[in-house]
């Protein structure tokens, strides 16, 4: 069950680095729109520094849409930036070469600086297109995400709140049935008020 363990990791992760973070709803919610922005734009080496720049330009949390750049990797570059090329083909009206330079792209090896320039270099010939449909589509993803975010903070932060306040209204006993809390300093049993 594979599957389930990676589920519940990324939900853990989801709830404990994203949902938990200590800022405002509007900051983190606008980090992770920045992430998703970024992360469909074809400028893979750098993404993460686009990321916190963006985000510390616009007053957003800098850490939470690092992470989400990650969608954007050798492994998904067909189902991320192929919609996107297509679509700068299609606004641009240019010819359309297909996704050859994209297959070309998830295939390289090596340090950092070799892996950049092979990606810019399989990149190159369909540059403006894909670049056009990548604004495109990170700017529509990346509102979508902001809004969907926000929403999922307040609803969130509203649920912690009716479930910490729960608690403490309605406090369990220390020994169910029996109606006593916890011992006190003196070894005894307190009485319930």
Not at 9 to 38: E, K, M, Q, S
Not at 62 to 77: C, E, H, Q, R
Request: net charge positive.
């Amino acid at each position: 069950m594979p599957h389930r363990f990676i589920a519940r990791r990324l939900r853990n992760w989801f709830i404990y680095r994203v949902l938990h973070v200590d800022d405002t709803p509007r900051r983190i919610a606008l980090g992770v729109a920045i992430g998703v922005f970024i992360c469909w734009t074809p400028s893979m080496p750098f993404q993460i520094i686009l990321t916190v720049a963006l985000s510390w330009l616009l007053g957003a949390n800098k850490f939470v849409g690092v992470p989400f750049v990650w969608i954007s990797n050798p492994l998904t570059i067909i189902p991320v930036y192929g919609p996107s090329y297509v679509l700068g083909s299609w606004i641009i009206r240019s010819d359309y070469k297909g996704l050859q330079a994209l297959v070309k792209a998830s295939r390289f090896s090596g340090n950092l600086f070799e892996v950049a320039q092979a990606w810019w270099n399989a990149i190159w010939a369909i540059f403006w297109e894909l670049w056009v449909g990548s604004l495109i589509v990170g700017l529509v993803l990346g509102v979508l995400t902001y809004f969907a975010m926000y929403r999922i903070i307040i609803v969130y932060r509203q649920y912690r709140h009716r479930r910490h306040e729960g608690r403490e209204t309605h406090p369990a006993p220390a020994n169910p049935g029996t109606g006593s809390l916890p011992a006190g300093p003196e070894g005894g049993s307190k009485p319930r008020r």
